[in-house]
């Protein structure tokens, strides 16, 4: 299938923000999100962005989205060690009966 | 409103042995899927359903079964457990064409 690529850690620390990138090559991708999974835990949608819109802002979170270079970032400002976690990028292209995930990124945060 | 409920959390099966994960919705939904992940793998699709009576493959079907006579339900089908099936399996389920999947909590399978 196509790919969603995601570095696989990041360690900040608490209050700073954190900025967490992915690339995918589907160009047909319409919707993007963001799943935050917490140790043996399942999945929780953090948010989400139609490919028509650039940004999209809920609370701390930021949601860039650049359609040219196939680019998608989610911005947490004044990162907490709650939000130590594993984040997965994934995006649809098929009216949303499954999505393609990316390999997730750990998220480190150090009091 | 319970969402998607997935039944058991855990198990350990042997080699060869056969069970179903069990996935529940109350929310009416259309689509139904099955994923498993393993570690540095993210998440892989195994099965989808767009409706009851209807279920295709996705990336990894492989040694599963999937049936859906009813809307609410979408079990997973393990025929003869091998130790590379060891995972962890999530259930999620959409409206059609809202692209917001629900999630279970997963179900942790080990086969030795």
């Known amino acids: 299938g196509e790919d969603v690529e995601q570095s696989l850690f990041l360690s900040v620390r608490e209050g700073d923000s954190s900025v967490i990138n992915c690339t995918y090559t589907?160009?047909?991708?319409?919707?993007l999100y963001w799943y935050k999974q917490e140790p043996g835990a399942g999945l929780q949608l953090l948010t989400y962005?139609?490919?028509?819109?650039d940004m999209k802002q809920d609370q701390r979170l930021t949601v860039l989205l650049n359609k040219k270079d196939k680019h998608l970032s989610l911005r947490i400002a004044d990162t907490q060690t709650g939000d130590s976690a594993i984040y997965f990028c994934?995006?649809?292209?098929?009216?949303?009966?499954?999505?393609?995930f990316g390999k997730g990124t750990s998220l480190l945060v150090t009091p | 409103n319970a969402g998607v409920t997935q039944t058991p959390k855990f198990q350990v099966l042997k080699t060869g042995q056969s069970m179903t994960l069990q996935c529940a919705q109350d929310m009416n939904h259309e689509y139904m899927s099955w994923y498993r992940q393993d570690p540095g793998m993210g998440l892989r699709l195994i099965h989808y359903s767009v409706g009851a009576g209807i279920t295709d493959q996705g990336e990894v079907p492989n040694g599963y079964n999937v049936s859906r006579s009813t809307t609410e339900d979408f079990p997973l089908r393990l025929l003869s457990a091998a130790p590379s099936q060891t995972s962890v399996y999530f259930c999620?389920?959409?409206?059609?064409?809202?692209?917001?999947?629900?999630f279970g909590a997963g179900t942790r399978l080990s086969v030795l």
């Open positions: 999620a389920s959409s409206v059609a064409g809202e692209n917001i999947q629900y």
């Open positions: 962005i139609f490919s028509n819109m």
């Open positions: 994934a995006e649809s292209s098929n009216s949303g009966y499954a999505l393609n």
């Open positions: 589907d160009s047909s991708s319409t919707y």
